[in-house]
């Protein structure tokens, strides 16, 4: 069924830079569909001296909301009215809702990672151990969800040592008697000590990047996720999989925190079948 574009029609998108890549328009528009809102779900490809203009313009135009990706997590946070305290404890906003002339930040990528985990791996949080490349906005949500969810151990590493050095600052003040740490440099030993690898950087976005850590650190029972979602099979995922490891890419968490983005958005409950349907046809293409 085709999107039918009118006066009454309500906009939403996603800013990132680039965004070109994303699959998000796919599934909201799809779920909109399905609801049968009079609604659509456009990419807006924002540089980062632009994003105060862009916001602004949200307001102008009356965009209804967006998902902010890499690189305006953090940085978009001064330009809001308000912001939810999920979003204020974690320090990065990955939607935005236009309400009553106010726009107001929202963070639902630690949720949604924490239900794709669940969901895909069959793995909770509770008890366990996460090694987490990365110290972006959504290794800021993730690793604050998987404290509040009982997480063992999270230990972060960032090529930007003082990103990492900030975040297990934030997440120890918020989290004191939660175990948290960063390591100083990759590891040159197994992972034995964790459950969980999760790579939270933009790296296997592109051919031509290198795999982001060495496969000869994995063990027999390590879980590995890779947030990238485009390609579905990163060569992350593609080493892990060499060795029968049990994996997951970044399309449930995509998945998942757009279902709590459309909910926030609408006030209704997401057509979550038809979004999954979607995100699959898309990578298909």
Sequence with gaps: MAIKINSHTQIYGIIGYPVRHSF????HNAAFQKAKLNAVYLAF?????????????MKVLGISGVNVTVPHKEACIPFLDEIYPTAKLIGAVNTIHLKDGKLIGY??????FIRALEVILKLKP????FFILGAGGAARAIGFSLVQEGAKEVVFYDI???KAENLVIALRSNFPNAKIDLMPSLPNS?????DCLVNATPIGMKKEDPIVI???????????????????????LKAARSKHLKVMNGLGMLLYQGVLSW???????????????????????
């Excluded at 197994?190 to 964790?194: G, H, M």
């Excluded at 909910?263 to 293409?285: N, Q």
């Design 45 to 57: 490809e924002v540089s980062p001296e632009n994003l105060r203009d862009a916001l602004l313009g």
């Design 107 to 112: 963070n639902t990528d630690g949720k949604g």
């Design 160 to 162: 930007v040592r003082s």
């Design 263 to 285: 909910e926030i958005w609408t006030g209704k409950k997401a057509p979550i079948s038809t979004m999954r349907e979607a995100l699959e046809k898309a990578v298909k293409k």
């Design 214 to 236: 060495d496969p000869k650190l994995f063990h027999p029972k390590l879980f590995v996720c890779d947030l990238v979602y485009n390609p579905p099979q990163t060569k992350l």
């Design 126 to 129: 509770k008890g366990k151990r």
């Design 190 to 194: 197994p992972l034995k000590e964790f």
């Design 24 to 27: 998000s328009p796919y599934m």
